[in-house]
């Protein structure tokens, strides 16, 4: 019995509570749970609200009612980032102790100021899948006198992966089983795209990647499910389970509901919230139909 119950599927829906629900999480949300239904697999929820700048509880207040009036029902047992903080701080200093991690200094304004002037010369400069300009290594040649005392004067840094040694640590090539909307099967993860990604900010103890990782295999998640916006997000969660030991999920990336403009809904545009919906004299089952389930 105890086996059987280690070898159910487990899926989650995770949204952070620093806005509220659309139509787009309505869809991700649903995915979830009937895919957890097909396969008689659990369905968790976990809040994700690892960024206590952004992140209110009268958010994930309107986040449960949402979710309850469109018929989204997992175990009552929920995962907060906010409580875990522990466990990424251990996962962080294993990445420290293979010396992957370092301390940057530049500000989003350097960056900017960095990439325009390169840019003005005739240079390219490199994005990440987001449309982020990749962060300038320099930091990584400051002398060690420097960088303590920088780290001494207070200032404020962020701590960033070091990309290129961790792929050469990770050795072969990486990759991920996707059964979603996208590009199906074995897919090759690409994390050297995202550049020196941000493990932990000084507002925010750690990142959406580093939490994320420790927060499905602490749950035990075999799927993961979730929008087309993550799919790339995806190789750089590939690589810290790789280089944190953690087991690797499925993964189904779904298609996006996109606005009148053909963008990426916003947790800010009123018309498509699904409290305002509700308000407006919506039912639950107009929902799905407007999400075309
Ligand atoms: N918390 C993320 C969001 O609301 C989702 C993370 C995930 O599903 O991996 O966009």
Redesign the pocket.
Known sequence: MAQTARQKPVFRF???PNGFLHLGHALSALINQAMARETQGRLLLRI?DIDQTRCKPEFEAEILSDLAWIGFHAEPQLRRQSGHLADYREALDRLDALGLIYPSFLTRGEIKARVEAAEAAGESWPRDPDGAPIYPRDDLDRPPGERRRLLDSGLRHALRLDMKKAISLVGGPLTFVETGDGARGVVTADPEAWGDVILSRSDAPSSYHLS?VVDDAAQGVTH?V?GLD?FHATSVHRLLQQLLDLPEPRYHHHRLILGPDGRKLSKSAASTGLAALRAAGHSPSDIRLMLGL
């Open positions: 995770a949204p952070s994700e994320v993961v979730r993550l």
